[in-house]
Each structure stands twice: as C-alpha cells, then as structure tokens.
C-alpha cells in the first residue's frame, strides 16, 4: 500500500489504514509518501507510526501530539479542555492514586462527610441541568 500525503492523516487513520495490508500469509508493506520537512510536527509524527505497531503505543502518541480533549465534558477535540493543570499522561499516577482514594471513600461510606455529600449533590444536579439545557 502507498499512502500519499501521509502527513494530512492522523495516527490513527494511518495506523487503520496500515492494518489492512499483510493479512493471512503474505506479509505486506506500507510506505508513508510526504513532503514534509524532517522536523515538522507532521513529520515527526509519521516517524512515529512508523516506529511501531503497537495500538496502544501510538494511541499514545496522538495523546502528546493532540492533548486530551475535554476529558470532563463532551468535547473530543484536543483544543480546549477543562483541566488547566492537570495533564492526563504527565500526571497519569496522581490520576490513578485520586481515583483509588476516591473509591476508598466511597465504599467506606459518606456519612462521616456532609459537606461532601452536599458538593456531590450539586455537581449531579448541575450535570443534570446542563444535559437539560442542550436537549
């Protein structure tokens, strides 16, 4: 397979389209066709499909390259998100350490935690409110 302008696809339409070839048991190749500089950004990011196989790997990749997204609400787009300290994959061990904490408390039970309890109540409410609103 050749793909020209390899540099206007993402990772994974790349990544998708390369899976095609090389099934059963022929093996297949697929060359990425730019003209782009060495060290664009679209460049740099067509080495890096072509560095590995691995789905998550590059899944990880397009993570770096395009951010998160609005990981706290609707959107998918990298531009804009709600968290403005917080990095997904820099800080992905405080992520996994709050998450566990939070469960923590959650199976130990709220009763101890009013104020809690009262914020949980609001941002379920509020959540409601804003689903309300764009229906």
């Not at 060359?31 to 950004?41: A, F, I, N, Y």
């Not at 609707?74 to 990095?87: A, D, E, K, T, Y």
Request: net charge negative.
């Amino acid at each position: 397979m050749v793909i020209m302008d390899a540099d206007r696809f993402g990772v994974s339409q790349l990544h998708q389209l390369r899976g095609r070839v090389g099934r059963g048991t022929s093996p297949g190749l697929c060359l990425l066709v730019t003209k782009s500089l060495e060290e664009s950004p679209a460049r740099l990011r067509l080495d890096a499909v072509a560095s590995t196989t691995d789905g998550f790997e590059l899944s990880r990749i397009d993570l770096e390259q395009r951010r998160e997204g609005d990981v706290l609400g609707v959107n998918q787009s990298g531009s804009r998100s709600h968290l403005r300290l917080l990095r997904v994959l820099r800080d992905e061990k405080l992520i996994e350490q709050a998450r566990s904490d939070g469960e923590e408390l959650i199976q130990s039970g709220l009763s101890d935690y009013p104020a809690l309890i009262e914020a949980l109540k609001k941002l379920e409410l509020d959540a409601a409110t804003e689903f309300i609103d764009k229906s």
